[in-house]
């Protein structure tokens, strides 16, 4: 199977002579994102690991503000649309409509206008290197945002079949709840932020339990923490009275809320029969001596 190129079209400036590189205003090398309206984004569907209304209001917002600078708000937007890139791959190959709110005459998949930023190989690799290239400046930190942006990774590298790439991000995620775990401050699970942990808590597991399992990997040590973490109420955020507040909708979301509470539930069960039987075959071994 040929190794799909993962190369990074990113380069730095020469610093002058005498003065550190890192010091200076380095010019931002920005991609060229698609022209898709709102009312598309707000139609399509987020993972459990974000808010919608929060993505759109804040994170959006925040990654327009900086010019799309060196900050995790970017990191987010950035691995979202490389994630819609590769949606609207799946979207094509299966040769349906994409989300609109608008009718369409055509029932199969019609190339939108900004159809050429899907055409890296995988799909949305532009936009991942720009968020890889910005992490980097970040990778001291180890809360809630950073622990999303890594999950996001997670998927994307498991989309395009890298599944010790993927492994390597879902471990980092873990890492990064661990550390909130771990501090003093306790977490107030009946709150909107302490509700998101708890969402990306339940992802990350989930995720590192499947592929630790299947590929005989070691753990973070994240199951540890199982006991003591709520599954999700997917409490809704702060919404602002704004234009896109309007366009976002809650229609769909308890089925989709409910379905991945049936996961966690069904991931909960398996974990604890493998335990059993695991106790169980230790208990065997030694009665055989």
């Known amino acids: 199977m040929n190794e799909v190129p993962w190369t990074s079209d990113l380069r730095l400036p020469p610093a002058p002579l005498g003065k ?4 200076l205003p380095r ?10 309206s709102m009312e598309l984004l707000c139609g399509l569907l987020f993972t459990p690991i974000l808010d919608r209304f929060q993505f759109f209001s804040s994170t959006l917002h ?17 691995i979202v649309l490389a994630l819609g890139c590769l949606a609207v791959r799946a979207y094509e190959e299966g040769d349906f409509a994409l989300p609109s709110r608008t009718p369409s005459a055509t029932t199969g998949f019609a190339r939108p206008e900004w159809y050429e930023v899907v055409m890296d ?9 720009e ?16 622990g999303q942006f890594y999950m996001l990774c997670t998927l ?21 709840c661990i550390s909130v775990l ?38 973070s040590g994240l199951l540890d923490y199982e006991a003591d973490i709520p599954i999700p109420k997917f409490k809704s955020s702060p919404r602002p009275k704004t234009s896109i507040s309007g366009l976002l909708s809650d229609e769909d979301d308890s089925f989709f809320n409910f379905h991945f509470l049936a996961q966690a539930a069904h991931r ?9 039987d695991h106790a169980l075959n230790i208990r065997l071994l030694l009665t055989d001596f």
């Open 268 to 276: 909960i069960i398996l974990t604890r029969i493998r335990r059993v």
């Open 156 to 176: 994307y590298y498991a989309q395009t079949l890298r599944p010790i790439d993927s492994w390597t991000m879902v471990n980092r995620a873990a890492l990064c």
């Open 121 to 129: 190989d995988p799909p949305g690799l532009k936009f991942f290197n």
């Open 62 to 78: 925040g990654a327009l503000e900086s010019e799309f600078g060196y900050d995790v708000e970017t990191c987010l937007v950035l």
């Open 20 to 23: 550190p590189q890192i010091l």
């Open 182 to 219: 771990s501090r003093e401050e306790t977490i107030d699970f009946d709150d909107w932020e302490g509700d998101m942990f708890s969402r990306l808590f339940w992802n990350t597991l989930m995720y590192e339990t499947i592929i630790t399992q299947e590929l005989s990997l070691p753990l």
């Open 27 to 36: 010019p931002m090398v920005r991609p060229n994102y698609p022209s898709v």
């Open 131 to 146: 968020a890889r290239q910005r992490i980097g400046f970040l990778m001291n930190q180890n809360d809630l945002p950073i």
